[in-house]
């Protein structure tokens, strides 16, 4: 049971990596609507500041740290002692591999008089599936409206 679930948390992290990149497809689809719209899929920015008459709203995804996978290698113990019976078994290698992560993405949107001009984004798989997944909806509508 509990190799199940390791393998399911580590199928789950491994997913994060290859999500679909529903922003390259959704955010060019903003451009010309109003913010609010931007707003209702992403939600409150992590910043928003004045440049000249454009505000740029800018959404941020920064986290990092690791997990923990059971290591299920392990090497033959074998203990004879004289005058008793041999005992072998197996002893686990080391008992749990540490896996590391760093999530990053950064997506700008920026609007002129209310209306959305530009955006942009950086960052990689893990760090942009969030925003990816919030965008979905419109990435996959039909009628790009």
Same mark, same amino acid.
């Given at each position: 049971m509990k190799r199940r679930i390791y393998a399911y948390i580590s199928v789950l992290a491994l997913a994060s990596c290859a999500a679909p990149d529903y922003l390259a497809v959704a955010l060019p689809r903003l451009e010309g609507r109003p913010v609010a719209r931007a707003l209702a899929y992403l939600g409150t920015p992590t910043e928003k500041k004045q440049e000249g008459g454009e505000t740029v709203y800018t959404w941020i995804r920064d986290q990092s740290g690791s997990f923990?996978?059971?290591? !299920?290698?392990?090497?033959?113990?074998?203990?004879?002692?004289?005058?008793?019976p041999t005992v072998a078994f197996s002893r686990p290698a080391t008992p749990s591999i540490a896996n590391?992560?760093?999530w990053?993405?950064?997506?700008?949107? !920026?609007?002129?008089k209310g209306v959305i001009v530009h955006t942009a984004y950086e960052g990689n798989a893990g760090g942009c599936q969030t925003f990816s997944e919030k965008l979905k909806p419109l990435a996959t509508k039909t009628d790009k409206k």
């Open positions: 923990y996978v059971p290591n !299920t290698a392990s090497y033959p113990v074998v203990v004879q002692n004289s005058g008793h590391a992560y760093d990053y993405c950064r997506l700008d949107i !920026t609007a002129k």
